[in-house]
């Protein structure tokens, strides 16, 4: 596959220090701002897919009339917090 350029970005002399400082060895601003691109897609991508799953779930409760209060799933939750806490030797 041919490989394609994302477009130059301007960024205060301040951000560019900033990123620079922090690259890691053999780490170029090039490489950091792939990689920053990539992460930031797979975030919205997992976004995108979060909020489509809540709009299935939303439309399925309407149409069936079964929901779940807010009481019943923070239970849940808190049982579910309390058990992974337990098994983790109470680490806050």
Same mark, same amino acid.
């Given at each position: 596959m041919k490989t394609a350029a994302i477009p =130059?970005?301007?960024v205060s002399?301040?951000?560019r220090q900033a990123a620079e400082e922090l690259l890691q060895a053999d780490e170029t601003l090039s490489g950091f701002v792939e990689e =920053?691109?990539?992460r930031?897609?797979?975030f /919205?991508? =997992?976004q995108q897919a979060f909020?489509? /799953?809540g709009l299935a779930s939303a439309v399925a409760a309407r149409k069936t009339g079964k929901?779940?209060?807010s009481t019943t799933l923070l239970g849940k939750l808190a049982r579910r917090?309390?058990?992974v806490r337990k098994g983790r030797g109470a680490i806050a």
């Open positions: =130059a970005v301007r002399p301040e951000l =920053a691109v990539r930031n897609i797979e /919205r991508q =997992a909020i489509e /799953r929901y779940v209060s917090l309390a058990k």
